[in-house]
């Protein structure tokens, strides 16, 4: 089973739409959290970290249920500059920083 | 966006041979990483650093060795190039555990 688990997509929404990505991770001693986004061809930025309390940056939307082991992220009116892979992230915090990085979801939002 | 850049951008090599990737960071970050990503495996770590000489493998390492002499630059080497690496590299950066990082352009390996 991969540390962190993420279903691949894609995901093939119209502008406008609402669309939500989950994921798992295994190790309970993970103690940070992130989304990042890559576009084709380039390489990842970050996207979002996520916090136990939930946050929210204009139309993204991140939660964290530690309990659970589960990590969100919500989209709402999506744009066509939307489409990307999105990864999910987790930090081991007691191993020198080191991120582990989901497969990523694919989203392609369509005129 | 912090200062990161990789070199080359793309490399064609033969099976066999040395190949030696830099990343290169103006940022003063004490955390450097090398990770290669692949379909259906997403990114994987090969080897960090978290200060000048101080290194450790991560879950890919074999085939790699990597050095840090000084904080700017982080070096990757492919001590004899096989077919299963070509991949495409990205070298990372973080200032401090557990912020999130900085990511080179990358570096588009192919070992024909």
């Known amino acids: 089973r991969k540390e962190v688990e993420q279903d691949p997509g894609p995901f093939n929404v119209p502008e406008g739409a609402t669309v939500a990505f989950n994921c798992t991770y295994s190790n309970s001693a993970s103690q940070s959290f992130f989304w990042y986004r890559q576009d084709c061809r380039k390489e990842p930025k970050l996207l979002m970290s996520?916090?136990?309390s939930g946050n929210e940056d204009g139309r993204f939307t991140a939660q964290l249920n530690r309990a659970s082991q589960y990590i969100s992220l919500l989209i709402r009116d999506s744009k066509l500059s939307d489409s990307a892979t999105y990864l999910c992230?987790?930090?081991?915090?007691?191993?020198?920083?080191?991120?582990?990085f989901g497969q990523g979801t694919e989203l392609s939002v369509k005129p | 966006d912090a200062g990161i850049t990789q070199s080359p951008r793309h490399k064609v090599t033969e099976t066999g041979t040395p190949v030696t990737l830099r990343c290169h960071q103006t940022?003063?970050?004490?955390?450097m990483y090398w990770y290669r990503q692949d379909p259906g495996h997403g990114l994987r770590l090969i080897h960090y650093?978290?200060?000048?000489?101080?290194?450790d493998k991560g879950e890919v390492s074999d085939g790699y060795s990597v050095s840090r002499s000084k904080t700017e630059d982080f070096l990757l080497t492919l001590e004899s190039a096989t077919s299963s690496q070509t991949s495409v590299y990205f070298c990372?950066?973080?200032?401090?555990?557990?912020?999130?990082?900085?990511f080179g352009s990358g570096t588009r390996l192919t070992v024909v």
């Open positions: 650093s978290y200060g000048v000489k101080d290194t």
């Open positions: 990372a950066i973080s200032e401090e555990v557990p912020y999130g990082y900085t």
């Open positions: 940022e003063n970050h004490r955390y």
């Open positions: 996520v916090y136990s």
């Open positions: 992230v987790v930090n081991r915090n007691n191993q020198g920083g080191k991120l582990i």
